[in-house]
């Protein structure tokens, strides 16, 4: 059982329980039911003393001057999940709506927000019993929090919408009933502690942070295949040059690259161990310094590192705390605030999509040299097998042509993303909501630009086991080959042209799941840093 409490949830047991074959169950944690029980006594005398209570005694938003009777307070209720269920757009993913009903429990387990743990243990309930309502993705400026997207899972508690049970579509009612749950009626305020909050741009979040850790490793081992297939300069990797420039994203990418080509066949990089006693002039057969994509490649991925260190430092007191208005004190006060506004969340994902995008495009910059027969050092045009003179195959193949096509429009699709959507707050809710985050937008469209950066890394992935198969495995390092081997058996070696596009849903999901990063850890018993 994982407790949940509002303090202490990771983002790691977050993507767990959003992601695992084999879930954990999560329960509330014993002073959080304390603390939601003297925050609920605190609301019931504040409604008896007839006290114009926001979003319990007085109407939502622009409305709050209009102040009903204690007796219409859960009426009042009923009628805000009706009016916000106006999402439009695609479900939400699974794993998104997971957690999201995590994230949301666990912020309403702080007890300031004047709700039943009854309530609460029954989000918990239909988390366990993988019961998820169906969210549309698009409805939310941020604040007053995801009001629109978590409307659905205040009506899933109360019986009704359908919902995904178990990869079914069923309705919400039916669900329960089966999974012997009881729908509750929505006392004040519980339906506005419900969707009043950051919980579905937390889970967009949490789970792309996540997914750039594995590409910032993924990057790092493209990097690294891309040196030996290219018989590139490993010294650019050199430790000495990152301490002269230590940000500390860079030091642990460039510690791992090293790691990742240790033991492998490229030299000590070109001229590296020759004299020249001639005058005049020369031309080497290799260049001293690698292209940038190459040798600046600790630069640009350590800028996502860098990027997802801070970016998980706020998303770990956002998915921790109590965002949602208003807020009950111990003591029987209740205050008016703002801790529904989804700024920090924006900027984080605003951010991490730029550092994503740049990743993509540096692999897509590393494939060109490994395609390319003016830049691959002696590899073949487009990667194509070697053919013997006078075979029927000479000419009739372009190898990896397309998928250079295919990786160059994923790139440029993803840069599109990078517009920053912090910066189109519009004022909303008749000038009520006059300054908005945008924080879920930005955080979906920083899933948009991890799946796109996946897509690359699995074709640049690809490219670099048919390059190290013309090239030689012996190029390779252990790490490098344990990668070799894991691609190799979802994706066979390129023989003749054939479609691919299977090969790159496969490959991606080795490296969305980790599954890439583990072959090659277990190799040399080394555990990578992801973000």
């Not at 329960?27 to 304390?34: I, Q």
């Not at 007839?50 to 319990?56: A, D, F, M, N, R």
């Not at 009626?185 to 750039?212: I, Q, Y």
Request: glycine share 10%.
């Amino acid at each position: 059982m994982l407790p949940i409490d509002g303090h202490r949830l990771t983002l790691t047991e977050t993507v767990t329980v959003a992601r695992a074959a084999r879930r954990p169950r999560v329960g509330l944690a014993a002073d959080a039911v304390a603390r939601m029980d003297a925050t609920t006594r605190a609301k019931a005398e504040l409604i008896a003393a007839g006290l114009p209570i926001y979003g319990v005694t007085a109407g939502f938003g622009d409305s709050n001057t209009r102040q009903i009777h204690g007796d219409k307070s859960a009426a009042l209720q009923e009628n805000l999940l009706r009016f916000l269920n106006c999402g439009t757009g695609a479900t939400a993913e699974p794993d998104v709506l997971r957690a999201t009903l995590l994230v949301r429990a666990n912020c309403l387990a702080r007890g300031y927000s004047a709700i039943r743990p009854r309530v609460v243990e029954l989000l918990l309930d239909c988390l366990n019993q993988d019961i998820l309502p169906l969210i549309p993705e698009r409805g939310s400026v941020g604040a007053s929090g995801d009001l629109v997207p978590l409307s659905y899972v205040a009506r899933m508690l109360t019986g009704e919408g359908d919902v995904l049970h178990a990869g079914e579509r069923r309705t919400a009612a039916a669900a329960l009933a089966d999974a012997g749950l009881t729908p509750v009626e929505l006392e004040a305020k519980e339906g506005l502690a419900l969707v009043n909050g950051t919980s579905f741009m937390s889970g967009f979040a949490v789970l792309a942070a996540h997914d750039a850790g594995e590409l910032a490793y993924t990057a790092e081992l493209c990097t690294s295949m891309a040196s030996q297939v290219l018989l590139g300069n490993p010294a650019h990797f050199d430790d000495f040059l990152f301490q002269q420039k230590p940000h500390e994203g860079v030091l642990t990418s460039a510690r791992t690259i090293r790691g990742l080509l240790a033991g492998g066949d490229a030299g000590a990089g070109p001229g590296a161990d020759e004299t020249w006693a001639g005058d005049g002039y020369r031309q080497l057969e290799r260049p001293i310094q690698d292209r940038y994509s190459i040798r600046c490649a600790p630069h640009v991925v350590g800028a996502l590192r860098d990027t997802l260190i801070w970016t998980e430092q706020m998303l770990e007191i956002e998915v921790n705390s109590s965002n949602d208005n208003p807020l009950f004190h111990p003591d029987g006060t209740v205050l008016n605030g703002g801790n529904f506004y989804g700024g920090h969340v924006g900027q984080t994902m605003d951010s991490l999509k730029i550092a994503v995008a740049s990743v993509a495009d540096l692999l897509d910059r590393q494939l060109e040299l490994v395609v390319d027969e003016k830049f691959n050092n002696g590899l073949t045009p487009n990667l194509i097998p070697r053919y013997e003179a006078g075979s029927w195959d000479a000419g009739l193949h372009h190898g990896f042509k397309g998928m250079q096509i295919s990786a160059s429009s994923l790139v440029a699709e993803a840069q599109r993303w990078t517009m920053p959507a912090t910066s189109f707050s519009r004022s909303t809710e008749a000038h009520n909501q006059d300054k908005v985050s945008m924080g879920t937008i930005a955080a979906r469209d920083a899933r948009s630009v991890v799946e796109l950066a996946q897509e690359v890394a699995a074709i640049h992935l690809i490219a670099l086991c048919q390059a190290a198969d013309l090239r030689g495995l012996e190029h390779l390092s252990s790490a490098t080959a344990a990668a070799h081997t894991l691609v190799r058996k979802i994706s066979p070696f390129l023989d003749g042209d054939r479609p691919l596009q299977d090969d790159i849903r496969r490959v991606r999901e080795a490296v969305r799941s980790g599954e890439l990063r583990r072959a090659v850890t277990e190799s040399t018993n080394s555990v990578p840093a992801l973000g």
